[in-house]
């Protein structure tokens, strides 16, 4: 990699493991640049939700070093935690909108919780919910919208404050290909403007269709950088 | 957002909210518990300078002559104690007949009732034990009156009263940290997100807190509702009003009584802290 080039995370010999048991992820070397797109692809339980989750600092490395955006997690204090994790995005498999919460208010969460003031914050969410077709929607809950409509709203919630780091744990298994080419391109529009992007999933044919290097992991074994493959025909 | 703690949205649930009614009861069984052993030191108070009253009896029995000349040497030395108040010599006939009496009485004396002023304590063990030394030939006992009984009665309610409502309190402090750990189970996935998005760990620990600690002044103000209508019931019930005197309770008792939902506000709020900050040690 060219050492201009930013690097947003960086993993060295990191491991992860849940209380006493094995490790789910063991001496993974890892790289994201700012401003890149890679695929994380691999079979069920093969740790990828689980890799997300220790680059969105939702738990510490039991082995190596995780360094996000050039500092090392281990010597931050909480605080110092908190303030990174608002610079990374992340859309969970299993969504986890907020019921109580409107359309809007999910979309808008980050940028309030960042103190943005609320009348920028839900601007700027509702600007993103109708480029995302949702435009209609902004007001009801979300547990009336159907699955490919919410992945939808927690992509825009991930995405409304541009972090510096998007993780995502198949954003696309709801959406149907149109659907889903919409929220690539904005994935895509996101790495211009430096956002270092990984998008863990299932889909083979997601990744036939938008090239870009492709991350394997296997039994919590990262496997070295696949080129991109051209698109098929 | 509407309706959230500390502008976060996270909230107690439908368990959370089962919670504090459980909360309530045990806090109005504790504030009750509070004013039973304030009716009951009342009570104390109010008969404290009560008497002590004892049975003394001969060694010697069956012979009226040998008893007369006992209970004259009794007699004698009972005299020679500061705080005796009076005696009395009873008869078989069961008449009771003042002391300097006893060589006039014609039926035959059986034992003599003697009455003391109550020490400090008014604990009339005390002054059994310093009878039973001074007259070892003769058997000594307590005369259990209604009154004396209604002591020992009153003493064992302050007692019970004082140890429940602790342990009320501190059941009420405990399922105030249950309540952080349903809140946070309730919204375990809202946590996890708004930590994700940097909410911060203290914010949420802090909302948790609050979530549990609003429960718990919810269940106080339903519990002191409820201790008010029942005080009320029982100053209108006069069978119990006797038993319980709990009308024109002073400052200090009600400072008393408010100081249990405050504990209880209190400790609910550090048993919250330290259960969310444990189930959140995680993300830290």
């Known amino acids: ?233 | 957002m509407s309706g959230r703690a500390r502008g976060l949205p996270l909230g107690p649930g439908v368990f959370g909210r089962l919670l504090a009614l459980a909360m309530a009861v045990l806090l109005y069984l504790a504030m009750l518990a509070l004013v039973l052993a304030v009716g009951a030191d009342r009570r104390l108070t109010a008969t404290a300078s009560l008497p002590v009253v004892v049975a003394i009896e001969p060694a010697a029995s069956g012979d009226a002559g040998r008893v007369r000349a006992e209970l004259q040497l009794i007699l004698l030395r009972l005299r020679a104690m500061p705080d005796l108040l009076a005696v009395a010599v009873d008869t078989e006939h069961e008449q009771a007949w003042p002391e300097p009496w006893l060589a006039s009485v014609a039926a035959p004396p059986v034992r003599l009732t003697a009455s003391f002023a109550p020490d400090g304590a008014g604990e009339a063990s005390t002054r059994l034990a310093v009878l039973a030394a001074a007259l070892p030939e003769a058997r000594v006992r307590e005369v259990v009156d209604e009154v004396a009984a209604g002591q020992d009665w009153a003493r064992e309610l302050r007692f019970a009263g004082v140890a429940l409502g602790a342990v009320l309190v501190l059941a009420v402090a405990a399922m105030a940290g249950a309540a952080a750990r349903l809140t946070c189970r309730h919204c375990r996935n809202t946590v996890e997100v708004l930590i994700g998005l940097g909410a911060g760990v203290m914010r949420v620990t802090r909302a948790m807190e609050g979530v549990a600690v609003r429960l718990t002044i919810e269940a106080t103000l339903l519990a002191a509702a409820a201790v008010l209508a029942s005080l009320l019931l029982v100053t209108r019930l006069p069978a119990l009003e006797a038993r319980l005197p709990v009308t024109g309770l002073g400052a200090a008792e009600l400072v008393l009584l408010a100081t249990v939902p405050l504990l209880a506000a209190l400790l609910g709020a550090l048993s919250a802290r330290l259960v969310a900050s444990r189930q959140l040690r995680v993300y830290a």
Not at chain 1, 146 to 169: I, K
Not at chain 1, 195 to 207: D, I
């Open chain 1, 1 to 233: 990699m060219d050492s201009s080039v930013a690097v947003v995370a960086r993993l060295r010999g990191a491991a992860l493991r849940y209380g006493t048991a094995a490790d789910v992820l063991s001496d993974v070397d890892l790289t994201i640049a700012a401003g890149s797109f890679q695929f994380l692809i691999g079979p069920s339980g093969a740790g990828k939700t689980s890799l997300l989750r220790l680059l969105g600092l939702a738990h510490r490395p039991s082995a190596g070093s995780v360094v996000l955006f050039g500092r090392d997690v281990a010597a931050l204090s909480t605080e110092q935690r908190d303030r990174l994790r608002r610079r990374i995005g992340f859309i969970y498999q299993d969504l986890r909108l907020i019921d109580e919460l409107s359309v809007l208010d999910n979309a808008a969460l980050p940028l309030r919780l960042a103190g943005v003031e609320d009348a920028k914050a839900t601007g700027h969410a509702r600007m993103l919910l109708a480029w995302l077709g949702l435009g209609e929607l902004v007001e009801v809950s979300p547990s009336r919208l159907s699955m490919g409509q919410r992945q939808l709203v927690a992509a825009a919630r991930a995405v409304v404050c541009r972090p510096g780091l998007l993780l995502a744990d198949e954003p696309t298994s709801y959406l149907d290909p149109d659907l889903a080419a919409r929220l690539m391109r904005l994935f895509r529009e996101l790495t211009k403007v430096g956002t270092g992007v990984l998008l863990a999933t299932h889909s083979r044919e997601l990744v036939a269709r938008h090239p870009a290097p492709v991350l394997r992991i296997a039994a919590g074994r990262l496997a070295p950088p696949v080129a991109a493959k051209p698109m098929a025909a």
